[in-house]
């Protein structure tokens, strides 16, 4: 499997995050419509995604949704926007160390067909991981500090905050 191959694959992969996060996910993403509600709306749900993988990312926690409980698919990745978004999430799973990884750049030159899939298996595993453990910090916040989602800066507070405390 060559370079261009190998990112299509990676493209049609369909992250999932596990259900009982839809409640949420359907209360603070923007679905087509502007304003309205008690809480702001921070983007369509795959931007609400990308966010919660940050968090998960900064926070340095990746948990697997495997055995977690049910699952809902997202759109294949190549549809999320901005794309650039999407490679910069890449370039972080990419850049991990190859204990996280269970594989090394070199030897993804050597793979064949079956185990580069298992390789894009092991990416998209990394990206649900973080992405969940983001989900539940915001699942958390929301249940405890539910006033904050009223401030326009929420989402804004909520990374910076995660930022300043791996920082410190």
Same mark, same amino acid.
């Given at each position: 499997?060559?370079?261009?191959?190998f990112?299509?694959?990676i493209?049609?992969?369909r992250?999932r995050?596990?259900?009982?996060?839809y409640?949420?996910?359907?209360?603070?993403?923007?679905?087509g419509?502007t304003?309205?509600g008690?809480?702001?709306?921070f983007?369509?749900?795959?931007?609400?995604y990308?966010y919660?993988?940050?968090? =998960? @990312?900064?926070l340095g926690?990746? &948990?697997? $949704?495997a055995?977690?409980g049910?699952?809902?698919?997202?759109?294949?990745?190549?549809?999320?926007?901005?794309?650039?978004?999407?490679?910069?999430?890449?370039?972080?799973?990419?850049?991990?160390?190859e204990?996280?990884?269970?594989?090394?750049?070199?030897?993804?030159?050597?793979?064949?067909?079956?185990?580069c899939?298992?390789?894009?298996s092991?990416i998209?595993?990394?990206?649900? =991981? @973080?992405?969940?453990?983001?989900? &539940?910090? $915001?699942?958390?916040?929301f249940?405890?500090?539910?006033?904050?989602?009223?401030?326009?800066?929420v989402?804004?507070?909520?990374?910076?905050d995660?930022?300043?405390?791996?920082?410190q």
């Amino acid at each position: 499997m060559n370079s261009q191959e190998f990112r299509q694959e990676i493209d049609i992969k369909r992250p999932r995050y596990l259900a009982k996060y839809y409640p949420l996910m359907e209360t603070i993403s923007n679905k087509g419509t502007t304003g309205g509600g008690d809480y702001i709306k921070f983007g369509p749900f795959f931007q609400t995604y990308m966010y919660a993988f940050m968090i =998960g @990312y900064h926070l340095g926690e990746c &948990n697997q $949704i495997a055995g977690s409980g049910e699952t809902k698919d997202f759109a294949p990745l190549n549809h999320w926007k901005p794309s650039e978004m999407v490679d910069y999430i890449l370039m972080l799973i990419f850049s991990e160390s190859e204990d996280k990884l269970g594989f090394s750049w070199e030897e993804l030159e050597s793979m064949n067909d079956d185990e580069c899939k298992a390789a894009v298996s092991t990416i998209v595993r990394r990206i649900e =991981g @973080y992405a969940n453990t983001g989900l &539940n910090y $915001i699942q958390d916040k929301f249940n405890n500090e539910k006033d904050e989602f009223r401030s326009p800066q929420v989402f804004i507070n909520f990374l910076r905050d995660v930022v300043d405390d791996k920082v410190q």
